[in-house]
């Protein structure tokens, strides 16, 4: 694996560089956003560690330009951990968000799932263990047996797999799956999903409840 670290801190890209190196991986180093963005222009990785505040250009901008023409994963590293700049990196595309001080180790696991997330889109396929999402045949498998879903559960699934990853209100679910017109409440997304939970059985796993905010597929 190839890993693009930018922090603007040298002993942190050191130890992180250390970390992906033991694994048998390579690491790009960059001090800043701007310096990030334009080796993601000039180069490909697998996933990209990218910190929030750093000079010139912050991690949250950084990652804003990225995304006009990359799809790699990217984990954010901040000692900012209020949920609301979470839910801002989720929302901006990044695929993970990191507290410092972390364990590199738990870094370390956070990029293997990222890229294992990304490995498994194949054609709008998506293979999470035993679980299989085909969204453009619009089936549902769960361990082999196809699943039989109401409509609004299959577009609430493919809605969460499309964003894996990403913090989901239930404001948000309520408009992307039922439409602005949609006078509906909390309550109507809950149920849904708690229905929707119950026919993926032992994959529920997936779909986390975020507390005081909504939900997330971690697949």
């Known amino acids: 694996m190839k890993i693009l670290i930018a922090d603007d801190e040298e002993m942190i890209r050191a130890v992180l560089r250390e970390y992906v190196e033991f694994e048998g991986g390579t690491a790009d180093e960059a001090q800043d956003g701007m310096e990030a963005v334009s080796m993601c222009r000039a180069g490909e990785y697998d996933a990209v560690l990218m910190d929030v505040m750093m000079p010139r250009l912050d991690g949250f901008s950084a990652v804003k330009e990225i995304r006009k023409f990359s799809k790699v994963p990217v984990i954010m590293l901040s000692a900012r951990g209020e949920e609301y700049d979470k839910l801002f990196g989720f929302e901006i595309g990044s695929d993970d968000y990191v507290t410092k001080p972390f364990s590199p180790k738990e870094v370390m696991a956070r990029i293997h799932a990222v890229i294992r997330r990304g490995a498994g889109k194949t054609e709008n396929v998506y293979q999470f263990e035993g679980l299989k999402v085909d969204i453009t045949g619009r089936n549902v498998y769960v361990d082999g047996v196809k699943a039989e ?71």
Do not use: C
């Not at 809950?190 to 975020?210: G, P, Q, W």
């Open 149 to 219: 879903l109401t409509p609004k559960e299959y577009e609430l699934l493919f809605y969460f797999v499309q964003n894996a990853g990403v913090a989901l209100t239930r404001e948000r679910l309520l408009n992307k799956v039922w439409g602005y017109d949609f006078y509906g409440d909390d309550r109507t997304v809950d149920t849904h999903i708690k229905m929707l939970r119950s026919n993926l059985k032992e994959y529920r796993k997936f779909i986390v409840t975020l507390r005081g905010l909504g939900y997330k597929f971690e697949g």
